[in-house]
């Protein structure tokens, strides 16, 4: 099993900045693709960003491209998500995820508890 804790919500207005976080724990030493997907109200949950953590290829949804960017931090189990310029429709709930089809099929095995983004016009 692997668990995913999320952090750095919150409210911000529109063209403003977030990170996100997600610390894994469990069994990390299977290095799954780890990456985010958001729900917004009424709508399914859509894949947002990827990377593998060990080779660090990324892969972007057209949405977000140029404006967030996804790192990782091996030794800490960490996966971040910078969002800048970030606009009212990027409000949405955002999960974490991690699994072996992440990038290829973006399909996830493990989900985060989600985190709320709030951007504000």
């Known amino acids: 099993q692997v668990q995913l804790v999320e952090s750095g919500g919150g409210l911000v207005q529109a063209g403003g900045s977030l990170r996100l976080s997600c610390a894994a724990s469990?069994?990390?030493?299977?290095?799954?693709?780890m990456g985010w997907f958001r729900q917004a109200p009424a709508k399914e949950r859509e894949f947002v960003a990827a990377?593998?953590?060990?080779?660090?290829?990324?892969k972007y949804a057209d949405s977000v491209k140029g404006r967030f960017a996804i790192s990782s931090d091996n030794a800490k189990n960490t996966v971040y998500l910078q969002m800048n310029s970030l606009k009212p429709e990027d409000t949405a709930v955002y999960y974490c995820?991690?699994?072996?089809?992440?990038?290829?099929?973006?399909?996830?095995?493990?989900w985060g508890q989600g985190t709320q983004v709030t951007v504000s016009s």
């Open positions: 469990g069994r990390t030493g299977i290095t799954y693709p």
């Open positions: 995820a991690a699994g072996p089809m992440l990038i290829s099929l973006r399909k996830s095995s493990y």
């Open positions: 990377i593998s953590v060990s080779t660090s290829f990324t």
